[in-house]
């Protein structure tokens, strides 16, 4: 395969050109909070990925440039087909989505006809489809103590999510056996080492961590739940147990305060930032509004089978749900 022609964009001011096809394209631009801080810097709303793509679904802009990962940009689209949606690089992808084929989870459903399908968002809009009833690391909490202890679940593809849940809630939800590559990549020796030097420092860790991280958390929350317990925790120093492109939103929000990454096997690698989000770059930002290129497109049919799945966790996420409405969709 031929490789792409690379573009030479030295001569441009990237951060002007983008705010010029901003305008012209009446464009939003959105950033998760695991982007480069050059890129958190110029968006009109950095966040987790559902609070994004809400967001975007309430503006009157014409175009969506997502910079996340591919997972996000289908959620804005399932939730504004009537908006152009663009992806700097479609081959920014997930390794939870990646573990989680959908033609794999359509037999492991109709495997176990007696479970509903509780699932992570981090999942392809196919996955969403088969599913019936998706979390985020924020709602999932309140989303399982919604549903009877009589119900069996299958929880995908985060496995390290649902067993958090499973220990908290007293489940026995059949996991599916995804792992984020980041999450996965802290090391609780050196992780240890680093409360030894901090001592009296909190740690901050996301659910997708494995239980050996999450053990030593004084606090366990979604990336928005990181941030608003670093604005809220009482001392100078906290250790972040997430990707550590989060820590610009809490340097901007707290410059009075020090954050620190928790580290990954040798106590100093970049293994803990995630090579997906990190394929968003200034220059391709830049292409995509241009060319209105890559972009994400998708069978109606199957949108709204997603958008199904997707509505459910809204509404019971709102309390709009009754425990007898809890069966299969």
């Known amino acids: 395969m031929t490789a792409p022609v690379r573009e030479n964009l030295s001569g441009l001011d990237l951060r002007a050109e983008i705010e010029r096809l901003r305008k012209e394209r009446n464009a939003v631009i959105l950033a998760h909070y695991y982007q480069k801080p050059e890129i958190q810097d110029l968006a009109d709303f950095v966040g987790d990925s559902l609070e994004l793509s809400r ?52 037999r492991f459903r109709e495997a176990h006809p007696d479970h509903i399908a509780l699932t992570y968002i981090n999942c392809s809009a196919a996955v969403k489809a088969l599913s019936d009833i998706i979390v985020t690391s924020s709602s999932a909490e309140t989303i399982i103590s919604q549903i009877p ?30 792992v984020c590559i980041v999450h996965e990549a802290f090391s609780e020796t050196e992780l240890i080492k680093l409360k030894a030097q901090h001592p009296g420092a909190p740690v901050a860790a996301h659910p997708e961590c494995p239980p050996h991280i ?16 670093a604005k809220s925790f009482p001392g100078d120093t906290l250790i972040v147990a997430t990707e550590p492109h989060i820590i610009h939103q809490m340097e901007l929000a707290l410059p009075e305060k020090h954050f ?14 995630c090579p997906y989000m990190a ?14 290129a890559p972009r994400i497109e998708m069978e109606e049919g199957l949108r709204l089978a ?18 007898g409405d809890l069966g299969r969709a």
């Open 55 to 106: 967001k975007a679904a309430d503006t009157d802009a014409d175009v969506i440039a997502f910079c996340g990962v591919k997972f996000m940009a289908e959620t804005a689209k399932i939730l504004s087909p009537q908006k152009t949606v663009i992806l700097p690089d479609m081959d920014a992808g997930c390794s939870l989505e990646d573990s989680c084929p959908p033609e794999q989870f359509k």
């Open 149 to 178: 202890e009589s119900q069996k679940i299958i929880f995908g593809p985060d496995r390290h999510l649902g067993g958090y849940l499973n220990r908290k809630f007293g489940r026995d939800m059949l996991l599916w056996p995804g």
């Open 214 to 229: 999450v053990d030593h958390a004084d606090y366990v929350g979604s990336t928005s739940g990181i941030l608003q317990f």
């Open 260 to 273: 620190i990454g928790a580290p990954g096997a040798d106590g100093n690698c970049n293994c803990n930032i």
């Open 279 to 292: 394929l968003n770059t200034m220059e391709k930002l830049y292409i995509a509004l241009r060319d209105l």
């Open 306 to 323: 997603a958008r199904q799945s997707l509505d459910r966790m809204l509404d019971m996420a709102s309390g709009t749900v009754g425990k």
